[in-house]
């Protein structure tokens, strides 16, 4: 299995190759040059298998020869043992024909685990093997730093640092990002926004002399490998309820069009997948694309689901690749029109995208009086960005045709805005508890590409 870039200007790479360099060099994103599919038979035939043997089903075809057998087997099963449900993500029901897909068992509540805890015993055993190390830096506004130093806390061939905005992270994701103590992972505090942060990580990647010296990678979600990772559980759960013998639909909580993506590439590989919904809230780039055709960027508004406040989805370019043909320059031009603001799709590629994908948009009172409403229905707490999943969920399904929508984070990651709607604060998991006595380990920073390369090259030493 080849992998070519969305922009058609980079040479075709392995699965190692293009998970150990993230983006392509000609500002593509790396895709797989074709779709493998399973047969009905052998989709039926993860009924009851655990997750972590449908995972290795679902991931093999695209790992090529990255791994063996035995070594991907024994990453998948270090990958998941942190997790604090044996199902891994289990589904609940809300109603009849919905169900809830629970993706926050992980070790810092958001589904953000699912992916990055595979790709850090991934890194682990390809550089092992290649005698390498790099240096990880990654810029979060708080569920991606967490994740990634959780996942890559204590491996011997990686240092990963974390660029978060001081101050603007809430309690418990600043705690996961510093309370571990392994001395390979770094937590920074920048003087600065979000956008301050990822425009130094931007800065760095383009310093390619200090890109070398320091073998500079990146986790974010462009990295192909965190998509891969995602499309298992749209296996694992669609099957739970009756796949293949009867379609199911999803609703995904959308941000960088990652996870949704995934869901996207389980349908191509031949998981009968009737309608894909994208879900958003106040900030509704991809739902007016989807209601008008038009792509166009407008400023963030903060929201109390802040894990989805994003103007430019990252992943949607993956999308872009194959409703246009999969010609590289037609994709090249649609970015270097939306630099400039945005771009119309084609009504070709409108078409086509309308084929598999609905969307709706909620807004903040809308957020939560659905936590609410849930709450009092069913007694399940949601965050709020599965709250917005639910609410456009139950606003758009077919009620004869089976719903699963992603719940993605744990409520206890969000307990003011879980506070605000339902007077109770969620307590975090019993194995997290001793989050607030444990000693945390932080270093200021100011906003300064020099400043932080020296912080970086003197803890590397
Ligand atoms: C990252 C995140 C999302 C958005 O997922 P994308 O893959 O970026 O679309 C939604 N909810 C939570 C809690 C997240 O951390």
Not at 10 to 22: K, R
Not at 187 to 198: I, N, P, S, T, W
């Amino acid at each position: 299995m080849k992998y070519v870039s969305t922009r058609g200007q980079a040479p075709a790479l392995s699965f190692e190759e293009a998970m150990l360099s993230g983006l392509a060099l000609d500002g593509g994103l790396y895709v797989p040059e074709s779709w493998p599919t399973l047969s009905a038979e052998q989709i039926r035939a993860f009924r009851g298998m655990s997750y972590e043997d449908v995972a290795f089903a679902v991931m093999r075809p695209f790992v090529g020869d990255t791994f063996t057998d035995a070594e991907f087997q024994e990453i998948i099963s270090r990958a998941y043992a942190p997790f604090a449900h044996v199902a891994r993500c289990p589904l609940v029901q809300l109603d009849a024909n919905h169900w809830l897909l629970e993706l926050f068992h992980g070790p810092t509540l958001a589904f953000k685990d699912m992916a990055m805890q595979l790709i850090g015993q991934m890194f682990e055993v390809a550089l092992k093997r290649e005698g390498k190390r790099v240096t990880i830096v990654g810029a979060t506004s708080g569920d991606t730093g967490s994740a990634a130093i959780e996942a890559f806390k204590g491996l011997d061939a990686v240092d990963v640092f974390i660029l978060f905005p001081n101050g603007r992270v809430s309690e418990v994701q600043r705690r996961q990002m510093t309370t571990p103590s392994e001395t390979n992972v770094h937590a920074l505090a920048v003087a600065g926004d979000f956008d301050d942060c990822q425009a130094r990580l931007k800065d760095m990647f383009n310093d390619h002399a200090f890109r070398s010296e320091v073998s500079l990678a990146g986790v974010n979600s462009i990295n192909w490998a965190r998509v891969l990772a995602q499309v298992v559980y749209f296996f694992t759960s669609a099957t739970a309820i009756g796949a293949p013998d009867r379609p199911v639909s999803f609703t995904v909580p959308t941000g960088n069009f990652g996870d949704i993506f995934a869901g996207y590439v389980a349908k191509r590989m031949g998981l009968p997948i009737d309608r894909l919904v994208i879900a958003t809230n106040q900030n509704d780039i991809l739902h007016r694309t989807v209601a008008t055709g038009a792509h166009i960027k407008e400023g963030v508004a903060p929201s109390i689901s802040p894990s989805m406040d994003i103007q430019v989805s990252s992943n949607f370019e993956r999308l872009l690749f194959d409703v246009y043909d999969r010609e590289g320059a037609a994709v090249a031009a649609l970015m270097d029109e939306l630099k400039d603001g945005g771009f119309e799709l084609s009504q070709g590629a409108l078409d086509r995208l309308r084929a598999e994908f609905d969307s709706g948009r909620c807004g903040e009172d809308e957020t939560l009086a659905e936590i609410r409403a849930v709450r009092e229905r069913t007694g399940e707490i949601l965050c709020p960005h599965s709250a917005v999943g639910v609410h456009v969920a139950e606003t758009l399904r077919d009620p004869s045709v089976p719903m699963i929508t992603l719940a993605t984070a744990h409520p206890a990651k969000f307990p003011d805005a879980v506070e605000e709607a339902t007077g109770l604060r969620p307590d975090l998991p019993p194995h997290m508890s001793d989050l607030f006595a444990k000693e945390e380990r932080v270093t200021e920073v100011s906003n300064d590409l020099s400043a932080l390369q020296t912080l970086i090259r003197e803890r590397l030493k």
